[in-house]
């Protein structure tokens, strides 16, 4: 028998594309691949990219530089680029570094095995397309490997909200929902594989309008689905869109019993002028109305949010009303981060913000964002959380898990395995995690 070939894969940005790059290396799989952990003993490296911020985009080339020797080295190696920034740089990423063999967009990788092929061939291989057929369907015979405890499933891809920052129209393609039967199908195969909690991925998740038995299914549907399947203890989704909390959604969450008490509603911004230029077609105040509406429904819930700060035109008033807006909702967790032009995006072509100015107000608002995260945390001292355990902790004998509202907890010295689902009384709130102890 032939030695396998190995595929080493390095994931950057979204849950999305930690989900693709599962799927990519299943699809390779096929072509007789396993995974490494180590570039140098790959027979294929693959970059599965992000594309939102100047940053991440620009660690690609510096990563692609890296591979040089190891190409030299090894001129079989193939070196392929996947996800968002070979979607938006296509054939500029082989002209930028020629030692890429192959460019494939996030709509496209079910066809990474032709694709390899030709690179095996002596032949580059591009591929951006947004094709008719369904890569998820092309996909649908993952292999039955035992899995951990917890999964991320895509149920919706795309946006057609156009944000004024925003690279995700154009990199994911126009909103698509996937069948609910086909999530389903995959659900149950991931729960008899191990997996007891699902978290549903989308760009703009709570937009799901997936096709059902009886026409189009909305999220909170497709939930109500999950929730009869046995052996899956939990579900969450993200990300979703202010816009898109249907009522039914909002309902759930007080009493679909796997749902968590956790969600993820990102407002960007406590200003409505900057609000408007965003194109976000939500204000401030609705957005504070929806997180009443929602705590009214799940007193307990944990609201999670993204923030941009230094958005074009954005003065210190502006900000200030950020502040107000979290001072307001008191996040348990939120990701803030500086705008970053993207070329070809409406806001790209507005007064940009001081960068100096721009990091400041970031540092102020992250600031009060861990001020509150912290409250929140060391407010779970003395309550009892349930915690799905995932994996064995650094320390010797400790077990490190999630509690509902998705506190990372570490427990030492009780017989517990990967996947046990237990009560623990919360002990001591430390860091970035809590500690506690089996009841
Ligand atoms: N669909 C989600 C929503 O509408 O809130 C967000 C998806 S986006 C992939 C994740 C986050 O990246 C956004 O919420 C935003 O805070 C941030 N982001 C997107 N474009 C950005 C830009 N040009 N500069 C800085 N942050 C950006
Ligand atoms: Fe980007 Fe989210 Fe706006 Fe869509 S809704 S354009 S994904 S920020």
């Known amino acids: ?87 938006a740089e296509g ?63 895509t149920v919706q891809e795309g946006c057609d909200k156009f944000c004024a920052f925003c690279v995700v129209p154009y990199t994911r393609g126009a909103e698509v929902s996937r069948p609910a039967d086909r999530i389903l199908h995959e659900a149950q195969d991931l729960v008899e594989r191990g997996v007891r909690e699902i978290t549903l991925l989308g760009q703009n998740v709570n937009a799901y309008h997936g096709a059902g038995p009886d026409g189009d299914m909305t999220l909170a549907g497709l939930i109500w689905e999950l929730n009869k399947i ?33 969600l993820h509603l990102p407002v960007q911004s406590g200003s409505d002028k900057i609000l408007k230029r965003m194109n976000r077609s939500h204000t401030a105040e609705s957005y504070l109305r929806l997180i009443e509406r929602i705590r009214e429904a799940r007193p307990d819930i944990l609201m999670s949010g993204d923030f941009i700060v230094g958005f074009p035109e954005e003065t210190e008033e502006d900000f200030q009303a950020t502040l107000d807006l979290v001072e307001q909702v008191r996040y348990g967790y939120a990701y803030s981060f500086k705008y970053s032009t993207r070329p070809g995006t409406p806001a790209a072509e ?13 540092q102020r608002l992250q600031a009060l964002i861990t001020r509150h995260q912290r409250e929140i945390q060391d407010a779970m001292v003395g309550r009892t959380v349930r915690v799905l355990f995932e994996k064995p902790g650094r320390l010797a004998g400790q077990m490190v898990g999630k509690s509902e509202y998705l506190h990372a907890v570490h427990v030492s010295g009780a017989d517990l395995s990967a996947g046990d689902l237990r009560n623990v009384r919360i002990t001591a709130s430390g860091a970035n995690s809590l500690a506690g102890e089996v009841l």
């Open 230 to 262: 046995d052996g899956l203890e939990r579900i969450r989704f993200t990300t979703s869109h202010p816009n898109d909390m249907t009522d039914d959604l909002i309902e759930a969450h007080g009493t679909c019993e796997k749902l968590m008490p956790y």
């Open 91 to 153: 054939e500029e990423i082989m002209r930028r570094q020629p030692l890429v063999d192959l460019v494939v967009g996030p709509q496209s990788y079910h066809r990474l095995p032709e694709l390899e092929a030709k690179t095996r061939a002596g032949e580059k291989a591009l591929d951006t397309d947004f094709p008719e057929e369904d890569k998820f369907e092309k996909l649908k015979n993952r292999p039955k490997a035992k899995r951990g405890p917890t999964a991320f499933l």
């Open 350 to 362: 507005r007064p940009q913000v001081d960068p100096q100015e721009a990091d400041d107000r970031l």
């Open 1 to 87: 028998m032939s030695e396998p070939k190995k595929l080493y894969i390095k994931t950057y940005g979204c849950q999305m594309n930690v989900y693709d790059s599962e799927r990519m290396s299943e699809a390779l799989g096929g072509q007789g691949y396993v995974e490494t952990q180590s570039p140098e003993d790959a027979d294929m490296i693959l970059l599965n990219t992000c594309h939102i911020r100047e940053k991440a985009a620009e660690k690609v080339y510096s990563e692609l530089g890296r591979f040089k020797g190891l190409k030299a080295e090894k001129p079989d190696l193939k070196i392929g680029v996947a996800g968002c920034v070979a979607q």
